[in-house]
């Protein structure tokens, strides 16, 4: 079969997915249709936002369907007469059944994680929060029960001690396009062979669950170790991010903080009190945690813009602070 004989309708919204359907189109493969989510009002004028998957949809002239409901008939019937062959899904909404059973040859999905791991919302996010030192990418066929369903490829990378979640949504988005269109090259050529997650079983016990990111989520425990809250703050930065509450003898009491870099600090570490802010010179800020301190590089004062501790440091009238 020619890719051009080869009817894709590709399933996404954010921009995580633009680079894999940027790859399938250019590389000449025949995308008749792009489903995603409705426009969004944003903004104080509440002007509507369009998905970045839209938006480069629109860019080449590729039509694009915005269903409220993916049950409702009308939707489901403009989807069938498409008649197309295959669908893929990445980052988009759980799809059902009479959708993701409609093309002849299946439903493909890309998932930021190396399945059977990580099978939930956030996969990214929950390896960098974990301190994992690898991740990847998935293609599997969809199924019944989400993120389930029989592995076609995977592809992994490292993650880098300091590497925070922005820095690797960047890598396996650019991975996730080159697996994507190395998929889509085993079916058009006939060579694609599936295995069941539990082949992998060696690699994964037990696989751990990805919820999605919820505010309190984001709340820092400065009980935890210093690793941990580490870890968290690199695995929420820069969105959504990490925060905490000042509690102060002065003016910036009960004001939230975001934090978005921190450095574990290798000096003595004794007599700590979790939450307690230390200033150290005109341009550090460190924070105990249960078993030592966390230097805190970048944050955001609830009502002003994000900016390096120094600065920081210099418009703050801190005493006796802590966070909790």
């Known amino acids: 079969m020619d890719k051009k004989d080869l009817k894709i309708i590709f399933l996404g919204t954010p921009e995580f997915a633009v680079e894999s359907l940027d790859k399938i189109v250019e590389n000449g493969y025949n995308v008749v249709a792009v489903v995603t989510m409705p426009d969004k009002p944003a903004g104080r004028g509440h002007n509507l936002l369009q998905s970045p998957v839209k938006q480069y949809a629109v860019s080449k002239n590729i039509p694009v369907l915005q269903p409220v409901n993916l049950k409702d008939e009308a939707f489901v019937e403009q989807l069938r007469s498409y008649g197309a062959d295959l669908f893929v899904v990445i980052a988009f909404r759980m799809l059902p059944e009479v959708v993701w059973q409609m093309p002849r040859l299946g439903t493909f999905n890309l998932h930021a994680s190396l399945l059977p791991d990580y099978r939930g919302a956030a996969p990214i996010n929950w390896a960098v929060i974990n301190g994992d030192t690898k991740t990847g990418v998935t293609t599997f066929f969809l199924k019944h029960e989400i993120d389930t369903g029989d592995v ?130 005109k341009d550090k800020i460190a924070v105990d945690c249960s078993d030592g301190r966390l230097l805190i590089k970048k944050l955001q004062l609830q009502g002003k813009k994000a900016m390096p501790a120094d600065e920081f440091l210099r418009g703050a009238k801190l005493v006796n602070p802590r966070l909790i």
């Open 152 to 281: 076609i490829d995977r592809m992994s990378v490292e993650i880098n001690p300091e590497d925070n979640v922005g820095d690797v949504h960047d890598r396996l988005m650019s991975l996730g396009a080159d697996l994507t269109l190395k998929t889509l090259g085993k079916i058009l050529d006939g060579t694609l062979e599936t295995k069941p997650q539990s082949a992998f079983a060696d690699e994964c016990q037990s696989p751990r669950p990805a919820p999605k990111i919820f505010k309190e989520t984001c709340h820092v425990d400065w009980n935890r170790s210093v690793v941990d809250v580490h870890n968290l703050v690199r695995g929420l930065s820069p969105y959504p991010a990490a925060w905490s509450v000042i509690e102060d003898d002065g003016p910036l009491t009960g004001r939230q903080v975001k934090i978005f870099e921190t450095q574990i600090d290798s000096s003595s570490s004794a007599n700590l009190i979790p939450g307690r802010m230390t200033v150290i010179g």
